[in-house]
């Protein structure tokens, strides 16, 4: 295998790559329908029996309000500087969540007041909402749908305070459950606690839930969209995490025909999406049950489910118990979420590579905190890499250019043997020995760098840092394109000048033909690439242009003083 052999190689494995993901977008198989659910309204989730508990005590989580609360719930704001949650009294569901940190759009002076990212969302479109609830066979307890008082309407952080406490309260037949919503200066993590006084003659016994519920995309997007769109290729669909399995994940494609059913502590369940997610954490010791459901399936809006359930609770006569859990709302910021709970850092999904991705990710995120720019860090970090692994590249380019001598003999021997390609080979491997030239020299490199191409890949279009993060001139986000194709086009020269570079020995027609259009395939593709992966291509490549020039032109003087 000579050296364009693999160049063509390494192209066609990125291409195919690429179209792979696309292919998964627009043609993955749809799942089996489910029988459909009678829901009564858009945000109630289908009858179900809760998995993993005693049924006798924790019934369905019902998909209706009773009638004793029909009245319409109130919406309250709860706010402290990073987060403004809206929340319905209507079951003390978190129904809107705007991130303050992260502007919908880049600011402009047209557009100098952009309003936040809204992860949580109750319009049917993006419906995308955090709910919680008791259930009980016996006793009265207030699901997702009962009516909860508030004493305001509008709870914020203020100045001086570190944490913001707002409690929600029902009451019935001699249960009061009081629904406590806590947030922290400068933290994406809601603490939820839900409090039940049982000041009736009897036990109360139940359980206490937290679950997501969101609709599916309802933009459509062609292959295009999905090759060259990072929102469009990311990961869509639910998330969990249990110590013995670590984490999982599930389309919503696949909700019909690999539901989630099992019982574990210490883990965690998730809805993701491109930069940002939410997640339920359980507490850390409490073995909870987790499930994944589709409602309304077969509807003309269906949603799909991941919740959590509680162990069995027990309330005696005139006494009073407390279950929580922890809601986080936000973006993927990778170095810190570990902290929050075991395993969430890995909702930043980077599938097969992450072994290889979170290493670079911390690698990226420190070259940033020294240069203080994203861009200049893609730079620093290709530099870093190139310089690792400039020995094996070295001996990449060196056999490549010794094979570009070789042409002229090469022709020769095509010449002939014609039609014999047997012959012709085992006359090329001749030469090869006797010239002490290895054509296997350029495949290993490549081989060792294509994981870290991907790996690097992954993590410059699923970081949040990188969203509408500028560079410099008329670059001012390096997560979207390049406005004036700058990137894309100086690529385009760099793979031609590589070309120039490399060896035609031992390729057919074919592979002439696919050579030459590769410039053009790939100008097309960066031309939608965001910035940030164009840059660190342009970079990559203008520096493996200029050692494999660098070497070729070593070799080239070698010859000359031996031939002297």
Known sequence: MNQTRTFLLFA?????????????KDYAPAPAP???????????????????????????IASSAPASVAAAGQLITISNDVLRLTVDTRGGSVVRADLLAYPSEPVTDKHPGPPPVRLLDDTQGDYFVAQSGLVSAGSPAPDHRALFQSAQSRYELADGQTELKVDLTWQQGGITVTKSYTLKR???????????????????????????QRAPRTKETGWLQNMTDPAAASFFGAGWYSPEDHFQSLKFDDFGD??????????WAAMLQHYFFAAWIPPAQQKASYSTDVVN?????????????????????????????????GPKLAGTLDSVAPGLALATNYGMFTIIAQPMHALLSWLEKVSGNWGVAIILLVLIIKALTWKLTA????????????????????????????????????????????????????????????????VLRESVELRQAPFFGWIHDLSAPDPFFVLP????????????LMPATGMDPTQAKMMKFMPLIFAVLFAFFPAGLCLYYVVNGLVSLGQQWYITHKVDNAEVKAKA
Not at 301 to 314: D, K
């Open 12 to 24: 066609l494995l990125a291409v195919a790559y690429l179209l792979w993901m696309a292919w998964e």
């Open 34 to 60: 489910t029988a459909p659910v009678a829901a009564a309204s858009a945000n109630a989730p289908a009858d179900r029996a809760v998995p993993g508990v005693d049924n006798a005590a924790a019934p369905a």
């Open 186 to 212: 400068a933290q994406y993590v809601v603490e939820l606690d839900q409090r039940i006084d049982n000041a009736g003659a009897t036990v109360w016994q139940g359980n206490a839930y937290e679950q997501l």
């Open 258 to 267: 690999e539901p989630l059913r099992g019982s574990f502590a210490g883990g």
């Open 297 to 329: 399936a077969g509807g003309a809006h269906p949603t799909y489910l991941i919740r959590a359930v509680s162990p069995a609770l027990t309330v005696a006569p005139g006494q009073s118990q407390t279950t929580g859990a922890r809601l986080y709302v």
């Open 395 to 458: 001996a990449q380019y060196g056999s490549s250019a010794k094979m570009r001598k070789l042409q002229p003999r090469v022709a020769a021997l095509k010449e002939r043997y014609g039609d014999d390609k047997q012959k012709m080979q085992m006359a090329m491997m001749e030469l090869y020995k006797k010239e002490k030239v290895n054509p296997m020299t350029g495949c290993l490199p490549v081989l060792i760098t294509i994981p870290i191409f991907y790996g690097l890949y992954e």
């Open 489 to 500: 086009a100086v690529y385009t020269l760099v793979m031609l000048g590589q070309q120039y």
